[in-house]
C-alpha cells in the first residue's frame, strides 16, 4: 500500500471554500502554485510549464499583452501542419480541437491551411485552452507514483499525454497535472520472449518490448532490422503502445493477423492505487484483459509493454486513384460492397476514401491471385480515368516507406465511426443501404482492417466483440479552422453525431472504435465494449478505488457533469 505524502494545501483549499469568493479565488491560486511547488520540490524540480505552442505568434496571452517572438513563431508556421513537428512540444495536441477550450471559446490556433496567415494571430488573443500549466517528462514509475500521490492528496486532476492524437481531447485536461510521456521510447528485441512468472515451459514468442512513446515508424523500423513485422497502425507518430494499443488497435495487417490488442504478452504498469506492476496472463491478468481493449488513460499509466510479432511477410499492394464522377461513385461502390466478402476470405486489408487513401494488402495470396481477385476494382478505375498499381512488396516496412500514412498535424477535427458486421454484406438490402450511405457521404471512409480472418483466443481482449464479427471499419471526419465560430463548431459535433447515428441505424447491432468513435457516441458503454462492460467496471474500481483517472466516455467516466469535463459541450 502506498503512504501518501502528506500535503498541507488541502487543508488550504478547504479554508478557501468558506472565504468571500474573489478572495477565495486569490487563496485558490496561490495554494494551487504552492502544492505544485511542493511536488516540483519531491521530483527533484523536474516540474515543466506549459503555453500554447503557437504563442510566440500572439500578442495577447489571456488578457495581457505579451511581445511576440518573429523567430520562434516563423518555425511554429513552418511545422503547424506536420505531425513530427508538433510532436516536439508538449504545449499542442495533434488535432488542434483539443488544445482549445472549446465551451470558453479560448484556443491558441493558427489558419492550418496556412499557418503564416496573419489574421489568426494579429489582434487576437492567444489562450491556455485545454493546455496544462505545469507538467512532467515521465521517466521512471517513481514519477507515476509522485504525481497520483499529489492528485489524490490535492485533488488537482491528472491527465496523460503520449502522442496527442487522440480524438476524444483525453490527453489534455484544463488546470491538471499533465504526465508526458514521450520520452519512454526504448526498444528490445526478444527471440524467444517468456511473460514475467509464467511457467518456462509455456510458449515462448519472438517479440519486441517498446517503452509505450515509441512510434509506429520507430518500431516498423525497429522490427524490420530484426527481420520481423510489427502489427500496428497507418500513421508515423501514434504511439504504439499508448492509447491506440490499449483501445485495440488495427491496421491493414488486422484482417490477417489480428488488432494490435490481439499481440500484448504484457504490460509494465502503475496502476492508480500506487502499485507498480506487471500484467500478462499470469500474474495481474484481470488488469492484462482490461489493458487489452478497455482503452487508454482509465486502468493505468502504462511505462512499456511486449507484444508478439510476425515473421517477414511478402505482400501483394494494390494502390490506386480514383478519376469517376459522381453519376459513377453508385457503381464504385458497389463493386467494393459486392466484393467485401470474398476479399475478406482471401486475406485482404484495405483502405477506400478521400481522406484515408486508396490501398488493398494481402500477405496471403500471390501476385496473379491478387490480380484476378481485384480486377472488378481495377477496371473500373481505369475505365473512370484512375490509375492502378498492384505489385509484390517484399516487406511491411517497404509499403510503409513509400506510403507513411496520414500526415494530418493542426487540422481540428472530429470522427463518427461504426462498425459494420458480415451479416450486413449477406443481405442484399445490407448492401444498397452502405451502397447508398457511401454515394450520399462521398467523404466516409471504408476501412477494412476489422480482424475477420485472425483465429483470436477466446476473452483475450476486452474491446467489443462486434470487432470480430465485422467487415468494416466506416468512419467520417469532419473539421473547422481557426475562426470558426462556437456555434458552427458545435454544427460540427452535431453533424458528425448525426452520421454516426446514422451509420447505427445500417448495424444496429455493432459496436464502435474507441479510438475513432463519435465524441458524442450514444450508448457508448454498449459500443466500445458490449459484454465485456461490466467486467471491466469492476476492474476499474479495483485498480482505481479513488477515481484518480478519469477521461471522457472512458470506464467508469464520472460524466459530463465532472469539473474535469468543463470544456466539452453539453450536446445531446
Ligand atoms: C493521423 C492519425 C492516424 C491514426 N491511425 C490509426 C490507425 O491506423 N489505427 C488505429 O487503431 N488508430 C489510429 N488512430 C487513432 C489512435 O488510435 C488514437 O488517436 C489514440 O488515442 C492514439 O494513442 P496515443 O497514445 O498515441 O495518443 P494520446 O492522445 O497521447 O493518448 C490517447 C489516450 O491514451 C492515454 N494514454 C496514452 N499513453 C498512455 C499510457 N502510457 N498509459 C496510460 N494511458 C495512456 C491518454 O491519456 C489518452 O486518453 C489515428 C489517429 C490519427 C490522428
Ligand atoms: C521546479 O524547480 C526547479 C528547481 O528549483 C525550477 O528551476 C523550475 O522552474 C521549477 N518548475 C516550475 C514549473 O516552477
Ligand atoms: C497587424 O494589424 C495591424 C492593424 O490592425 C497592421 O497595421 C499590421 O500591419 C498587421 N501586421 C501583420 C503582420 O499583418
Ligand atoms: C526527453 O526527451 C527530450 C528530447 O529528446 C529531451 O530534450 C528531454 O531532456 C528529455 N526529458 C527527460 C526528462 O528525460
Ligand atoms: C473475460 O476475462 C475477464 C478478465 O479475466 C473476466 O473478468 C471476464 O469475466 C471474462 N469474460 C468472459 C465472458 O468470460
Ligand atoms: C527474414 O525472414 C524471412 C521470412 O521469415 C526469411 O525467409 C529470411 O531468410 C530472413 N532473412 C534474414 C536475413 O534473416
Ligand atoms: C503506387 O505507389 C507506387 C510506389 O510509391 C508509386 O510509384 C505509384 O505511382 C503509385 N500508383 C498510384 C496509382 O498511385
Ligand atoms: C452488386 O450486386 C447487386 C446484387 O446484390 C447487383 O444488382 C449489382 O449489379 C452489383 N453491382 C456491381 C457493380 O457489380
Ligand atoms: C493518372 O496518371 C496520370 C499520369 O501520371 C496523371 O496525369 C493523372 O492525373 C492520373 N489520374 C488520377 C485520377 O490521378
Ligand atoms: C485460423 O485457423 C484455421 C483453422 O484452424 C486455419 O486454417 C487458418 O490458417 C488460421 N488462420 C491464421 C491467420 O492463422
Ligand atoms: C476565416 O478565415 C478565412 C481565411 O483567413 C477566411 O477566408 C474566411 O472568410 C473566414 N471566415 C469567417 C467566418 O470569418
Ligand atoms: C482526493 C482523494 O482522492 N483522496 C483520497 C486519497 O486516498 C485516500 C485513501 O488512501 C482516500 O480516502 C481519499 O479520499
Redesign the pocket.
Known sequence: MLI?TNYPIAALLVICVAGLLPVAFARERVSRDAAFSTFNASIGGRLLSATPHALPCFSNYDGHAVTPDPQACSAVQKGYDFQAYRSLFYGNTMSGAWEACLTKHESCLLDYTDPSNPLAYNGTECNQGSISEYYLEVQEASDVIAALSFS??T?IPLSIKNSGHDFFGRSTKKGSLALWMRNLTSLGYHEAFVPTGCPSECTSYQAITAGTAATMLDVYQFADQHNVTAVGGFSTTVAWHGGFVMGGGHGLLSPVYGMAADHVLEYKVVTPDGQFRIANKCQNSDLFWALRGGGGGTFGIVLEATSWVEKQLTMQVANYTVGYTSEEAQEFYEIVVNNTVKWSSEGWGGFVGPVVGYYMINPLITLAEATSSLKPLSDFVIATGGNFTLQTVPSWMGFFNAHPGLDIGGVPAVPGSRLIPKETFECAEGRSELTSLMVNNPSVNVLLTPPALFNASANGTSFTPAWRCSLWHLAGLSGWNYNTTTDEIKQTFETVHDLAETMKTIAPNSGSYFNEADVYESNYEESFWGENYPALLKIKQKYDP???LDCWRCVGWKGQSSENFECYFDLF
Open positions: 501518501f489524490n492528496a485533488g479513488n477515481g484518480l
